[in-house]
């Protein structure tokens, strides 16, 4: 009889995590390779948010906090989702968790029987299927098409709920595509919503400062008739680059919430009395950065979607937000170039190249790959040009 769990047996370690991993090893191994897998800015915590954490310290929040947050940090999030978002929560309609991922997970823990169905639409953020699984669901991937800009569509939604689903899962900016939903693409999936009455939604929102050319971001929450079946979950980690202080949170309906708060009491209570402090600063203080820090990442998504479609069996749509691409490298798979698959081709780019992306097939959707251009400038151009003469060898 094996030790490990029949639970965890069904489920595989982040193969995004995996990557980054693997560039780390080949860099100490003294190899020079560039990593584009890691899903973090490569921007600092600004300061004024530091500061408030070392205040803390010094004033001694160092104890156990309220389990599901502190109420000064609910009180900021109530503040956050009125000021960004139009959104009317009360302090019980907010937890706190460590990181959006742990809120995901308890989430689902806290709401999923077996056999229970999510919608996933794919390319999906890694961590979803497997949070499913591990919580006894079954996730039910909807591959969602370039042409769509690799959106869901409410016809593909439509075909796709069954009497045992429970929740859909929307990202929007999306990882690992970057698409971003516009307000009539989600009013369209929200009348298949308002028609079934049944299934909640559960919106990842951490992406929301990270988009480009004026996109106007809306959440489904905003539309009335869907607010009591959504849980809109968002998190410090990407807007404010703290994605070590391991701050996320959600809004949502009180009996969700007060479940998450349960799993949580039974399992590591709090998140960092420290990390909530700063994350406290990250939702009052000033957010001029965010905007400058928006622009940086946009420079560099032009010249990575630029760069990318004048190499020869490469195309790359140009996204709204967050910091990757989803390129195709459908156009090198075949007989002369020797590579069958995604995997293949970022294998050999590892390998040949030493630049290390991620494939599509991690994402749900084969044929592409994932690159994190949340690196320098000036990494981006040497990767950039090392792409480029290794596509251009294989033909
Ligand atoms: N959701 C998406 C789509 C993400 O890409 C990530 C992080 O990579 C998370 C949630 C979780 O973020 P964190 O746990 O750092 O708050």
């Known amino acids: 009889m094996s030790i490990i769990s029949d639970s965890l047996k069904r489920i595989k370690p982040s193969p995004t995590i995996a990557v980054t991993q693997k560039a780390r090893e080949l ?40 389990v599901d947050g502190t109420p000064v940090l609910k009180k900021a999030i109530v503040e956050k989702f009125k000021r960004e978002n139009n959104l009317d929560f009360k302090t019980n309609q907010i937890t706190v968790g460590t990181g959006g991922k742990q809120v995901l997970y308890n989430a689902f823990m806290a709401t999923l029987n077996k056999g229970d169905e999510v919608i996933i639409p794919a390319p999906f953020w890694v961590s979803y299927p497997d949070m499913v699984l591990l919580a006894g669901g079954k996730p039910k991937i909807v591959k969602c098409d370039e042409k769509d ?6 016809k593909k939604l439509k075909k796709a709920i069954s009497k045992k689903t429970k929740w859909l899962i929307l ?18 999936i929200a009348k298949v919503l308002i028609k079934n009455k049944k299934v909640y939604i559960l919106s990842d929102d951490i992406y929301e400062h990270i988009k480009y050319d004026n996109f106007d971001f809306f959440t489904i929450a905003q539309i009335s008739k869907l607010k009591n079946r959504t849980l809109t979950m968002n998190g410090v980690s990407k807007s404010y680059a703290m994605t070590g202080w391991r701050i996320g949170y959600a809004a949502g309906p009180k009996d969700i919430i007060k479940a998450i708060g349960k799993i949580q009491s039974q399992s590591t ?122 596509c251009d060898s294989l033909s």
């Open 27 to 66: 860099r100490e191994a003294g190899k020079d390779v560039i990593g584009l897998g890691a899903g973090e800015p490569d921007f600092d915590t600004p300061d004024n948010i530091k500061d408030a954490a070392i205040h803390a310290i010094r004033n001694g929040d160092t104890k156990y906090t309220a």
């Open 171 to 188: 990202n929007s900016p999306s990882n690992p595509t970057g698409a971003g939903y516009t307000k009539n693409e989600i009013e369209d």
């Open 269 to 390: 209570s709090n998140p960092s009395s420290i990390s909530q402090a700063a994350a406290v600063e990250a939702l009052n203080g000033t957010q001029n950065f965010i905007q400058e820090r928006s622009n940086a990442f946009k420079e560099r998504r032009d010249f990575v979607v630029k760069s990318l479609n004048s190499i020869k069996g490469i195309s790359c749509l140009t996204p709204n937000g967050a910091f990757y691409v989803f390129p195709s490298c459908k156009g090198l798979l075949n007989k002369k170039t020797k590579l069958k698959t995604d995997t293949d081709f970022v294998q050999k780019l590892l390998e040949k190249a030493n630049v290390a992306v991620v494939q599509g097939s991690a994402f749900g959707l084969d044929g592409y790959f994932r690159i994190s251009y949340a690196t320098s400038m000036e990494n981006l151009k040497k990767a950039m040009e090392r792409i480029k003469s290794f």
């Open 149 to 154: 800009g690799f959106k869901l569509t409410a």
